[in-house]
């Protein structure tokens, strides 16, 4: 089972193919998803410290380039199904936005 490290917080296994941002969710971390997972919102991103994330589709790295996040550092975490270990450090969450994260998204 792949294994996820959230920078300077938990680290926890996963299942193969899981969303990265629902896997983050469901191990407590308030990861925000604005959007409900649809590559719109970008409140999803994380940046990716190590492992090697399935790549961003078009769609991803248009919308990141367009909010000023570089697609090679920065990855929407409701766009990557996980497939191996990572680290990532969220970059907004419930608590630090002061919102609620918004609709789930979808398995
Ligand atoms: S871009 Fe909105 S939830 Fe991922």
Redesign the pocket.
């Given at each position: 089972m792949p294994l996820i490290e959230v920078k300077n917080d938990v680290c926890f296994e996963t299942t193969m193919n899981k969303k990265l941002?629902l896997a983050l969710e469901d191990h407590g971390i308030g990861i925000?998803?604005?959007?409900?997972?649809?590559?719109?919102?970008?409140?999803?991103?994380v940046e990716v410290i190590a492992g090697a994330p399935t790549p961003a589709q078009r769609e991803e790295q248009d919308?990141l380039l367009r909010k000023g996040f570089d697609p090679q550092r920065f990855r929407?975490?409701?766009?990557i199904r996980v497939q191996g270990d990572l680290v990532v450090e969220p970059l907004l969450t419930v608590e630090t936005a002061g919102m609620d994260a918004?609709p789930r998204?979808a398995d």
């Open positions: 941002v925000m998803h604005r959007c409900g997972g649809n590559a719109r919102c970008t409140t999803c991103r919308i929407l975490s409701c766009q918004g998204p």
